[in-house]
């Protein structure tokens, strides 16, 4: 209990004294690059009071010189944290519309640039898909959980064939990514962070270059099935 009132409230001071910062650096170039150096440093402290700690495999699976699409499983709500911890360069997140309900942390979301989708919501989704192939087009990566929502490490659920279509109208390439035990340190413990070890591994790249995929359910599946049996 007394190490989840310390990262709540470190969490908490954190945000509420950049705030300023955020409307600063909408002046700046690059106001994205600057943003997430200051999440990522916020979340590396994070881990160290949580007591987590991150074993990552393959990030020289990276490719460095083209946009990606990267898609992983999604077992807990520590995920997205983990990706800034995790990848050389961060990407844009397709997250659900919800999170913008946090007051203070919408406007780094928004300032930043991720993606918001309403879940139900057929309007959103192309409005979203829009967005996703428009970010790949101008050379920005792109992470989703194609999974749709979390699943505490108990079960799997089948991607959403959907959340890869930017990538093949767009030939981008797919990274697919393994996350492994942070459901543990999380979910599982309802909300109550624990110190544990999480397994990430980022795989080779997937091209989907014209002609490989007939439609998106055959490179869903192909993705899922490297992610979930890693």
Partial sequence: ????????LYVSFWFVFHIPYVHLAKKRAYKEDILNAKLRALILRLFKIAGVRVKITGKENIPKQEPVLFAANHESHLDPLLMYV???????????????DIPVFRV?????????????DRKSAVEVL????????E???????????ITKGERDLPFKPGSFKAALDTESSIVPITIRGSAKGLEQQRYMIKPTTIDVIIHPKIETEKGKWEHTHELSSHVEKI???A
């Fill in 108 to 120: 780094w979301m928004q300032e930043i640039g991720h993606i918001a989708l309403k879940r139900g």
């Fill in 1 to 8: 209990m007394l190490r989840l009132l310390c990262i709540v």
């Fill in 227 to 229: 992610i979930k049996e």
């Fill in 130 to 137: 829009r967005k996703m192939k428009r970010y790949l087009e």
């Fill in 139 to 149: 050379g920005k990566d792109i992470l989703i959980f194609p999974e749709g929502t």
């Fill in 86 to 100: 995790c990848l050389t360069r961060v990407p844009y997140f397709v997250m659900k519309a919800e999170i913008e």
